[in-house]
């Protein structure tokens, strides 16, 4: 429990257009809005942009539960794990956040990233080929078979994660995000998520690599006080999940846009340059991450309208709220990819700002164009208000993506 006030909101799990509705009620309710999250655990959520930017960069405000969330026990709350109980770049502050994001941080320069383009190029071609020999008269799911494999094929490549270990990798990765499960799902996903990792290190250390995880382990193997066993364990957690999650949703979004935008389509497709806007809108619009756990206030902090925050509460930043707030965006609900403003924290705000942001824009750039290239007839096989949103307050998503390849004139 984070406050003696009982929250009158429980924040929903059902995803889709709930996810932007609630958002829309928590910001008119106030600055912060205290909210039950799954196993009674409480929250202050802020979904107004310029609260959560000041908070982001508050002194008063840290990521570390364990020294800043009293109230919490590591390991009580399978759910949060990932999100609480790990130690790395994304639950750390100052020095400690410092030295663990300069581990990583050297594999996703602009030049490192830059880099990336042609290994994209050829994983999305040889995903593109395959859909070829597909029937293009009947539907398929993009999302199972190019908009998911383009981002997960690239962030195991990354890691050297073996072949055979990666379709359990992915199952758990893709397992952290649901916030509509049972006990013993969410403790069930809290094992396997250390034991893939864990098995993935047993297996560099064997037949170490020139991937990531190969040097993140020699980094902890020359000096376990630059990186210990969990924060390795936790690295690689964040990497990997991170490295994938957020592009996936991100293409379905721009492809089901697209689709439903003929008009925005000939104009990207006429005019190359104009990706870069799909992306940004797309990202404004449909933010692949909208509530992310968790911060903790280390003294009170006052946000008026009767709204404070006290020293040991939680923090529940909505990232995903501010790029439909109606005060911002005229017409926040809209797709438009000549909107002047696209102005989003989808990647976040401040020194935990998302590392592998150009690389998420980067697989879009790649993938996008290269898609209407190929399938210049391609269309939505459902409706897109039939499309069946992930089931989550943290991630925003939809479970398939149904599309004919070559539509009917």
Same mark, same amino acid.
């Given at each position: 429990?984070?406050?003696?006030?009982?929250?009158?909101?429980?924040?929903?799990?059902?995803?889709?257009?709930?996810?932007? *509705?609630?958002?829309?009620?928590?910001?008119?309710?106030?600055?912060?809005?205290?909210?039950?999250?799954?196993?009674?655990? *409480?929250?202050?959520?802020?979904?107004?942009?310029?609260?959560?930017?000041?908070?982001?960069? &508050?002194?008063?405000?840290?990521?570390?539960?364990?020294?800043?969330?009293?109230?919490?026990?590591?390991?009580?709350?399978?759910?949060?794990?990932?999100?609480?109980?790990?130690?790395?770049?994304?639950?750390?502050?100052?020095?400690?956040?410092?030295?663990?994001?300069?581990?990583?941080?050297?594999?996703?320069?602009?030049?490192?990233?830059?880099?990336?383009?042609?290994?994209?190029?050829?994983?999305?071609?040889?995903?593109?080929?395959?859909?070829?020999?597909?029937?293009? @008269?009947?539907?398929?799911?993009?999302?199972?078979?190019? @908009?998911?494999?383009?981002? *997960?094929?690239?962030?195991?490549?990354?890691?050297?994660?073996?072949?055979?270990?990666?379709?359990?990798?992915?199952?758990?990765?893709? @397992?952290?995000?649901?916030?509509?499960?049972?006990?013993?799902?969410? %403790?069930?996903?809290? &094992?396997?998520?250390?034991?893939?990792?864990?098995?993935?290190?047993?297996?560099?250390?064997?037949?170490?690599?020139?991937?990531?995880?190969?040097?993140?382990?020699?980094?902890?193997?020359?000096?376990?006080?630059?990186?210990?066993?969990? %924060?390795?364990?936790?690295?690689?957690?964040?990497?990997?999940?991170?490295?994938?999650?957020?592009?996936?949703?991100?293409?379905?979004?721009?492809?089901?846009?697209?689709?439903?935008?003929?008009?925005? $389509?000939?104009?990207?497709?006429?005019?190359?340059?104009?990706?870069?806007?799909?992306?940004?809108?797309?990202?404004?619009? #449909?933010?692949?991450?909208? #509530?992310?756990?968790?911060?903790?206030? *280390?003294?009170?902090?006052?946000?008026? %309208?009767?709204?404070?925050?006290?020293?040991?509460?939680?923090?529940?930043?909505?990232?995903?709220?501010?790029?439909?707030?109606?005060?911002?965006?005229?017409?926040?609900?809209?797709?438009?990819?000549?909107?002047?403003?696209?102005?989003?924290?989808?990647?976040?705000?401040?020194?935990?700002?998302?590392?592998?942001?150009?690389?998420?824009?980067?697989?879009?750039?790649?993938?996008?164009?290269?898609?209407?290239?190929?399938?210049?007839?391609?269309? $939505?096989?459902?409706?897109?208000?039939?499309?069946?949103?992930?089931?989550?307050?943290?991630?925003?998503?939809?479970?398939?993506?149904?599309?004919?390849?070559?539509?009917?004139?």
């Amino acid at each position: 429990m984070t406050s003696t006030t009982t929250p009158a909101v429980t924040l929903d799990s059902s995803g889709g257009r709930r996810l932007f *509705t609630q958002a829309d009620e928590l910001r008119s309710a106030g600055p912060a809005v205290l909210v039950r999250l799954p196993d009674n655990v *409480t929250a202050w959520s802020v979904t107004r942009g310029d609260v959560a930017k000041r908070l982001l960069t &508050h002194p008063d405000v840290s990521k570390d539960a364990r020294t800043s969330w009293p109230s919490h026990t590591p390991g009580s709350i399978p759910w949060l794990y990932a999100w609480v109980d790990v130690v790395s770049m994304f639950t750390s502050d100052s020095d400690d956040h410092k030295r663990l994001r300069q581990l990583v941080s050297r594999a996703f320069t602009p030049g490192r990233v830059e880099a990336m383009r042609p290994v994209l190029h050829a994983i999305v071609t040889d995903l593109l080929d395959n859909l070829a020999g597909q029937d293009r @008269s009947v539907p398929l799911d993009l999302r199972t078979h190019f @908009s998911y494999r383009v981002p *997960t094929r690239l962030i195991c490549d990354l890691f050297g994660v073996p072949a055979d270990q990666r379709p359990e990798m992915l199952r758990v990765i893709d @397992s952290v995000l649901a916030t509509d499960v049972t006990a013993q799902e969410a %403790e069930a996903t809290k &094992h396997n998520l250390y034991q893939a990792m864990q098995t993935l290190i047993d297996i560099k250390r064997d037949s170490p690599g020139e991937d990531m995880t190969s040097l993140l382990l020699a980094a902890h193997e020359k000096d376990g006080d630059r990186l210990s066993h969990i %924060e390795l364990i936790s690295t690689l957690i964040l990497m990997i999940g991170a490295g994938s999650e957020t592009a996936v949703a991100l293409i379905n979004a721009a492809v089901r846009e697209l689709l439903t935008h003929p008009d925005q $389509l000939a104009t990207v497709l006429a005019d190359p340059a104009r990706w870069h806007d799909v992306i940004e809108e797309a990202l404004r619009l #449909h933010p692949p991450i909208m #509530h992310l756990p968790l911060r903790y206030a *280390t003294k009170d902090i006052d946000l008026g %309208e009767d709204a404070t925050i006290a020293a040991g509460d939680a923090i529940l930043i909505g990232f995903g709220a501010p790029g439909r707030d109606p005060d911002i965006h005229q017409d926040p609900a809209a797709f438009r990819i000549d909107r002047a403003d696209k102005d989003h924290m989808a990647f976040g705000h401040g020194i935990h700002y998302c590392l592998g942001a150009p690389l998420a824009r980067l697989e879009a750039e790649v993938a996008l164009p290269a898609l209407f290239d190929r399938f210049p007839q391609i269309a $939505l096989a459902a409706r897109p208000e039939d499309l069946e949103p992930q089931r989550s307050f943290i991630g925003n998503d939809v479970t398939a993506l149904p599309v004919l390849l070559e539509a009917a004139p």
